[in-house]
């Protein structure tokens, strides 16, 4: 990986441009994961690339969820398991959840690949590659996957899903968490808890609400999730995004 300087101002968002360049050498993601990380770059420029204290809320409300969660699957695309492998397998270690590769471009070669690479990051269970269940109203290939994973769970975490997908979720009565860094895309308007933040970010702060909250009574974390309002969270954001200032 090219060398950034830490004292590079814009250091971090540099570093994660070049694991998703990295990524795509691997075979882990698309060329379109490319794209989706240049919109995701222009968004965080403008949240002034740090975790909103509304996305810290949403956070530690998506980590209480996942907790509340029978079964609980974390959706891995090729971004993602370029950027926060490591951190998405400590996420599902400290809320109990299964780990799933759902790609929006489909291979049996890139499912294999990012199965793998979680493994190498300590993942003992892999899902996806069954792909023995659909998803009603989307095609075939985009509509994939399992039975006892995604097909199974009551809440899903999905970061960087697509519009459509996110909405099928949502439709067959999935409690759904979206990370995404666009408050206006359509995929965090269908979560029931949007998160915007950059992945980077959210997932590892995920992790560290839910190691907090792992003795709290399931009565306190039901509270938790009760009192999020989704709505204010995306309009928290827009407002951070439409000011410059901070909410
Ligand atoms: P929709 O169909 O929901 O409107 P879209 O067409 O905006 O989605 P894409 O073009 O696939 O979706 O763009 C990818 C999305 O992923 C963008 O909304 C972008 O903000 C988001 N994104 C990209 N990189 C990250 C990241 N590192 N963390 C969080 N979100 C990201």
């Given amino acids: 990986m090219t060398e950034i300087p830490d004292d590079h101002p814009r ?3 540099l570093r994660t441009r070049h694991r998703i360049e990295d990524g795509v050498e691997k075979g882990i993601t698309s060329k379109q994961g490319l794209i989706a990380e240049g919109r995701g770059e222009a968004f965080d420029y403008l949240l002034g690339e740090r975790t909103l204290p509304s996305a810290d809320d949403a956070e530690r409300v998506a980590a209480a969820q996942l907790l509340l969660a029978d079964h609980a699957v974390l959706s891995v695309n090729g971004n993602v398991a370029a950027l926060v492998p490591g951190q998405m397998v400590e996420l599902a270690e400290a809320t109990g959840a299964d780990v799933e590769v ?3 471009n489909r291979t049996d070669e890139r499912v294999d690949a990012i199965a793998d ?4 990051h ?3 269970e892999v899902k996806g590659l069954a792909a023995d269940a659909r998803i009603p109203g989307l095609d075939h290939e985009r509509a994939k996957v399992d039975a006892d994973g995604i097909g199974d769970a009551d809440v899903v975490l999905v970061p960087l899903e697509d519009g459509d997908r996110a909405a099928a979720l949502a439709e067959m ?8 860094l666009n408050p206006m895309s359509r995929s965090p308007r ?3 808890i949007p998160v915007i933040d950059n992945v980077v970010r959210a997932i590892p702060r995920m992790t560290e609400h839910a190691r907090d909250l792992a003795d709290t009574p399931d009565d306190e974390l039901e509270r ?3 009192e999020f309002d989704a709505d204010e969270a995306l309009a928290a954001a827009e407002r951070a995004i439409r000011t410059g200032g901070d909410e």
Avoid at 117 to 120: I, N
Avoid at 173 to 180: A, C, P
Wanted: glycine residues 8%.
């Fill in 190 to 192: 269908a979560a029931a």
């Fill in 11 to 13: 250091a971090e968002s």
């Fill in 102 to 104: 759902n790609l929006f």
């Fill in 122 to 124: 300590g993942a003992e």
């Fill in 117 to 120: 690479h979680l493994r190498d």
């Fill in 224 to 226: 938790i999730v009760a």
């Fill in 173 to 180: 009565g999935k409690t759904e968490i979206v990370v995404d």
